[in-house]
């Protein structure tokens, strides 16, 4: 059995910085594309960034130049450091993985975390 646990959320102030975290645990080969996801109260859940095994990100416009996704394979983990955070940033983020159970990569699944509230208010 695979899971993501989140942590790192909670309330911060227009401006502030908050860091995410994200850990997988369980039997499985190797973790390709990792990412965070978000969904604001009352809307769909929406792509915040990813990144490759390799270090490729790839982010949503309306966090570029404020948040930065990095991950440590040997730990299983993905990270998302925000800063300069919006009250429109508000929401529960989860974290997605897509997880490999096999050397020929012929067999893999995403797996999602719980999530982990995101309050940024004065």
């Known amino acids: 059995q695979v899971q993501l646990v989140e942590s790192g959320g909670g309330l911060v102030q227009p401006g502030g910085s908050l860091r995410l975290s994200c850990a997988a645990s369980?039997?499985?080969?190797?973790?390709?594309?990792m990412g965070w996801y978000r969904q604001p109260p009352g809307k769909q859940r929406d792509l915040v960034a990813t990144?490759?095994?390799?270090?490729?990100?790839n982010y949503a416009d309306s966090v570029k130049g404020r948040f930065t996704i990095s991950r440590d394979n040997a730990r299983n983990s993905v990270y998302l450091q925000m800063n300069n955070l919006k009250p429109e940033d508000t929401a529960v983020y989860y974290c997605?993985?897509?997880?490999?159970?096999?050397?020929?990569?012929?067999?893999?699944?995403?797996?999602w975390g719980k999530g982990t509230l995101v309050t940024v208010s004065s």
């Open positions: 997605q993985s897509t997880v490999i159970f096999d050397k020929a990569f012929s067999r893999f699944m995403d797996y």
């Open positions: 369980g039997s499985f080969f190797t973790i390709g594309v």
């Open positions: 990144i490759t095994t390799a270090g490729y990100t």
